[in-house]
């Protein structure tokens, strides 16, 4: 009697979620147009049979941690993200937008690692979005070329593990995992049964040799990462890498990490030879000036774990349409819309017949509320024209009622002020111990702090 092939199934290429029947919307994670068709595995079993374990189990204390400690990149900023280096054996999922320097980082770290006279062994690098002579022009320009790295362009992972046999590698490169693919899985490269089973076989590979292994990831319209969320789940570290294509400044946040922290972040600039590491950002977002200027206000921000210091920027005009433009860059869109509603009523600033612009200086990005004070008062001291002092800093959140509320890390967040020669500040009630040197205004109400405007000049 001939047996059944299984029915058609369809699984989300978003979440991994399986149906019987196709939906234009995923049930789990209400995804449009993401059910793809595959093959329905067998029920899995209710009863397993036990088996011969690969290694006895031991004693947590008797488990040796010195094969497992995190080994430097030579990249100080990528190692601030991961949490002091690469573990042996890790997978780290790096994402971005083309053209962000994705493989010119990975390019930089590649040549970091073999350069260190195979301490930690030779470094493999595969691409397959690009041929070995384009990648060897790119390492020629930035100077990133050393005899213990090796270059391979395969787009079969088969093929890669043969080179990692011949090779031997102490870390693996592969750009990028969308265009992997292998033959003994159905489907086109880059699609979601392709993707979970290479990154499954890189996985397993990495954890048996105890390789760490560096995966570039392509991002969706909307910034996510392309293909199954599963592949979040299978890897180690998910890192992503971001920048304003207008600016040569690079942020890489972490996003998941099994090792270290999770909110690092770290800084890079592009240049023409490359791509190097900033590890004192704080002054590409601000505008030196002897004297202040209206319409402008500094606050300190804090990616991750390190605080940075930005500038808010305001210009208020009165508007020849019947409705009044807002536009915003840098910022959280819905936040200002709020502070400018409350500056409008708690404050006693007429906005209602005015275009107001905001923005932040050096295409940095402030989503915190900790900037809702500043952002009052550039736009403020830019409808009033009158200027704040140019050595003051504003933190703060505003509330709906006009108050003022108290933000996290404001110690650290005016050390930082400090270092770069600020002397005045204006902060929300119980703030906890500030440093001393710094000439302190606390202000309970956005009232209160537009009456330092003219205390302070």
Not at 78 to 97: N, T, Y
Not at 144 to 151: E, Q, T
Not at 279 to 286: A, I, M, T, V
Not at 406 to 422: D, P, Q
Request: proline share 7%.
């Amino acid at each position: 009697m001939a047996t059944k092939s299984p029915k058609p199934g369809y699984r989300c290429a978003e979440c991994g979620h399986g149906v019987a029947k196709w939906f234009g919307r995923c049930p789990e994670c209400q995804a449009w147009g993401t059910l793809e068709e595959v093959g329905v595995p067998r029920a899995a079993l209710t009863r397993v049979a036990a088996g011969l374990p690969s290694s006895p189990a031991r004693p947590i204390a008797e488990v040796d941690i010195e094969a497992a400690k995190a080994r430097r990149t030579g990249v100080p900023e990528l190692d601030r993200v991961l949490g002091g280096g690469l573990v042996p054996g890790a997978v780290v999922l790096l994402a971005g937008e083309p053209g962000v320097g994705k493989s010119t980082l990975l390019l930089e770290v590649a040549y970091r690692w073999a350069a260190r006279d195979g301490e930690y062994g030779p470094t493999l690098y595969v691409t397959g979005e690009e041929s070995a002579g384009q990648v060897r022009l790119r390492a020629e320009r930035t100077g990133n070329v050393h005899g213990s790295m090796f270059l391979a362009a395969e787009s079969d992972v088969s093929a890669l593990i043969g080179h990692v046999d011949a090779v031997k590698p102490g870390m693996l490169v592969v750009d990028s995992v969308q265009t992997m693919s292998s033959p003994a899985v159905d489907g086109a490269p880059g699609g979601v049964t392709q993707v979970r089973a290479v990154t499954a076989a890189l996985v397993a590979l990495a954890k048996e040799r105890a390789l760490p292994v560096l995966l570039v990831g392509h991002v969706t319209k909307d910034g996510s990462i392309a293909g199954p969320r599963v592949l979040e789940h299978l890897v180690d570290v998910v890192l992503h890498f971001e920048g304003d294509r207008h600016s040569s400044l690079r942020m890489l946040r972490g996003v998941k990490n099994r090792f270290g922290p999770a909110d690092e972040v770290g800084c890079f600039e592009l240049v023409e030879s490359g791509i190097v590491g900033v590890p004192d950002p704080s002054g590409l977002f601000l505008n030196k000036r002897d004297v202040g200027v209206p319409g402008t206000a500094v606050t300190v921000a804090v990616e991750g774990k390190r605080p940075l210091l930005g500038e808010v920027q305001a210009l208020v005009s009165k508007s020849p349409l019947g409705t009044p433009r807002r536009a915003v860059s840098g910022l959280d869109s819905a936040r200002v819309a709020m502070v400018l509603a409350v500056l409008e009523r708690r404050g006693g600033v007429r906005l209602g017949d005015a275009d107001v612009f905001a923005a932040t200086v050096g295409g940095m990005k402030i989503p915190e509320p900790a900037a809702d004070l500043a952002i009052a008062l550039a736009v403020a001291t830019a409808a009033r024209d009158v200027a704040l002092p140019p050595d003051l800093v504003v933190l703060g959140e505003v509330g709906l009622a006009g108050e003022v509320r108290r933000v996290s890390g404001v110690k650290a967040r005016l050390t930082e002020a400090m270092r770069l020669g600020f002397t005045k500040a204006l902060i929300p009630p119980d703030s906890g111990d500030v440093p001393d040197g710094l000439q302190i205004r606390v202000v309970p109400d956005l009232g209160s702090a537009m009456g330092n405007l003219q205390v302070l000049r």
